[in-house]
């Protein structure tokens, strides 16, 4: 079983910053890709940032310029650095990673979601 625990979300003032980590474990071969989403009350759960494997990076045009998604490989953590925060960008913070494992004899792809953390951006 992979478990993917979340840290660091938080209440910030609008132009305050936030550091979200999710730190991968579990049976894992290879992780394809890490990311996160947000998804606010009422809304659907929308794409933040992508990390995959060979570390090209993929944002929303929301956040672009402001947040930065990078990769520790050593611990399988990924982190979302969000810089001038405003009062949309509040939601719940889901991490996804889509690994590869091992069933049988084949490779298989596997995609699993943290519980998520909750960022709340208000004066």
């Known amino acids: 079983q992979v478990q993917l625990v979340e840290s660091g979300g938080g209440l910030v003032q609008p132009g305050g910053s936030l550091r979200l980590s999710c730190a991968a474990s579990?049976?894992?071969?290879?992780?394809?890709?890490m990311g996160w989403y947000s998804q606010a009350p009422g809304k659907q759960r929308e794409l933040v940032a992508t990390?995959?494997?060979?570390?090209?990076?993929n944002y929303a045009d929301s956040v672009m310029g402001r947040f930065t998604i990078s990769r520790n490989n050593a611990n399988n953590t990924v982190y979302l650095q969000m810089n001038s925060l405003k009062p949309e960008d509040t939601a719940v913070y889901y991490c996804?990673?889509?690994?590869?494992?091992?069933?049988?004899?084949?490779?298989?792809?596997?995609?699993?979601w943290g519980q998520g953390t909750q960022v709340t951006v208000s004066s």
């Open positions: 990390l995959t494997s060979g570390d090209n990076t």
């Open positions: 996804n990673t889509a690994i590869a494992t091992v069933e049988g004899s084949r490779f298989v792809r596997r995609d699993y």
């Open positions: 579990g049976r894992i071969f290879r992780i394809i890709a």
